[in-house]
């Protein structure tokens, strides 16, 4: 049986190796996340965050072992480990270009889409607690005012909304608003959070596609470098053999044995 070539069996290794880190990471990220979940996440949230563990176990078990089997397949030469690897990268590779491509299609519509999606929330003053709280944090930390304008807050503007000399470089605006029965003026950021929004998520989105379209060039990678080691490991075809027929010729005797058996008459 024919050998694969030890430069690519090593490369293969090494590529499998690089895989095998990509699946411990993942695994120790689940790690990470079982424990946030644990300590953290409130007992309703729990089964959802639950079950992002369990997938992100299954992954990263996956990986590595789907490493270990296209390793073990190239330093034994095992045909049967190297279609297997072959077959999962395929199918892996399939699977990053069906989720990253629907996405490309759709990131142009993404600002829309977030706008319908956050103007549900309005106004901002009779939101869920949760959603308040964490606007309460985007404001602060991001030095904006409502998430298309501080009106979105009505007449309950919160203090997170309100410039002060520590972030005076800010661009602030001065408003009037109604406390009870008395007008008063507040300055507040002048910065919607919406852009802000926007920008992080299309940043995300940006980050997953990279993150997809380069596991799918791995797979393609890896699909390739497999492909051509199962080749390695076929049999040669054998040449055939033209048998030519001989024909073999009996020498003639010689001419006292011709002699002897045919005597002269007398």
Not at 20 to 33: C, F, K
Request: charged fraction near 20%; glycine fraction near 4%.
């Amino acid at each position: 049986m024919a050998q694969i070539n030890s430069c690519l069996k090593y490369i293969f290794i090494v590529f499998n190796f690089f895989f095998a880190i990509v699946g411990g990471v993942i695994i120790g990220l689940a790690v990470l996340a079982h424990f946030f979940a644990n300590d953290e996440v409130e007992q309703n949230q729990l089964e959802d965050h639950t079950a992002g563990v369990i997938v992100l176990y299954a992954i990263g078990i996956t990986t590595m072992v789907i490493a270990i089997v296209g390793a073990y397949g190239a330093h034994k030469e095992n045909k049967v480990c190297l279609v297997v690897f072959q077959t999962f990268m395929v199918t892996g590779g399939l699977v990053m270009f069906r989720i990253a491509i629907p996405e490309v299609i759709n990131r142009p519509k993404m600002e829309a889409m977030l706008d319908v999606e956050l103007r549900k929330m309005l106004p901002l003053n009779r939101a869920e607690k949760k959603i308040r709280n964490m606007l309460d944090l985007l404001q602060t930390h991001m030095h904006c005012c409502g998430l298309f304008s501080y009106k979105d807050w009505e007449d309950d503007i919160p203090d997170s909304c309100e410039c002060t000399e520590v972030v005076e470089k800010y661009e602030c605006q001065n408003i009037n608003y109604r406390d009870f029965y008395q007008m008063k003026t507040k300055s507040i950021y002048s910065e919607p959070c919406f852009p802000i929004i926007l920008h992080y998520v299309l940043m995300v989105v940006d980050i997953g596609l990279g993150v997809f379209f380069f596991l799918a060039a791995l797979a393609v990678l890896g699909s390739v470098m497999s492909s051509i080691m199962i080749c390695q490991l076929r049999p040669p075809k054998r040449s055939s053999v033209l048998l030519a027929t001989t024909t073999i010729s009996t020498p003639e005797p010689p001419k006292y044995q011709e002699l002897e058996r045919n005597p002269p008459p007398y």
